[in-house]
T-cell receptor, first 112, second 109 residues
Framework: DGGITQSPKYLFRKEGQNVTLSCEQNLNHDAMYWYRQDPGQGLRLIYYSQIVNDFQKGDIAEGYSVSREKKESFPLTVTSAQKNPTAFYLC???????????FGQGTRLTVV | GQSLEQPSEVTAVEGAIVQINCTYQTSGFYGLSWYQQHDGGAPTFLSYNALDGLEETGRFSSFLSRSDSYGYLLLQELQMKDSASYFCAVMDAGNMLTFGGGTRLMVKP
């Protein structure tokens, strides 16, 4: 089945540690996105990528980093520079010619 | 930059019609989308408008006025399962997809 997979579903990390969230898609989509969602809030764009080896900052990129070495994969690293990393992280993808974005099931990150 | 405004919460009764408005400010506007998200779940695509007018998909319709930078989502024959958060999102020519803060819809019996 084609889809977009985020792992793990729940992640706990100690304060000050870097952590990498996985996002993989087998939909052959060109564009991929990372969003952060806080309780009762909207989706805020962290980074997005239109093609392999290229990505752009979104509205809240500080404290995060990404890579796009393969079309299928767009991992997000939450660094120790991110002051309040506890949140629900959503990855999405879409083809460059389509209007619909498909989302993964999200990773709930808790920093203790 | 891009910004979108939508009401934070709307309440309606089962069987009724509800309209969720969205106003936006953006450079390089390409289209307006709507997504639904149930608590704890992933957003799912509902509709998209690139041109002015109304798009109908079953019980859901979406409207866009590019000159007014305004759109709305219309939900008819409300059902309890429609209780969820609804997000408008703008796409620009550079594939940037920006979401609004979301509208929480509560459907009551």
């Amino acid at each position: 089945d084609g889809g977009i997979t985020q792992s793990p579903k729940y992640l706990f990390r100690k304060e000050g540690q870097n952590v990498t969230l996985s996002c993989e898609q087998n939909l052959n989509h060109d564009a991929m996105y990372w969003y952060r969602q806080d309780p009762g809030q909207g989706l805020r764009l962290i980074y997005y990528s239109q093609i392999v080896n290229d990505f752009q900052k979104g509205d809240i990129a500080e404290g995060y980093s990404v890579s796009r070495e393969k079309k299928e994969s767009f991992p997000l690293t939450v660094t120790s520079a991110q002051k309040n990393p506890t949140a629900f992280y959503l990855c999405a993808s879409r083809t460059s010619t389509a209007t619909e974005a498909f989302f993964g099931q999200g990773t709930r990150l808790t920093v203790v | 930059g891009q910004s979108l405004e939508q009401p934070s919460e709307v309440t309606a009764v089962e069987g009724a019609i509800v309209q969720i408005n969205c106003t936006y400010q953006t450079s390089g506007f390409y289209g307006l989308s709507w997504y639904q998200q149930h608590d704890g779940g992933a957003p799912t695509f509902l509709s998209y408008n690139a041109l002015d007018g109304l798009e109908e998909t079953g019980r859901f319709s979406s409207f866009l006025s590019r000159s007014d930078s305004y759109g709305y989502l219309l939900l008819q024959e409300l059902q309890m399962k429609d209780s969820a958060s609804y997000f408008c999102a703008v796409m620009d020519a550079g594939n940037m997809l920006t979401f609004g803060g979301g509208t929480r819809l509560m459907v009551k019996p």
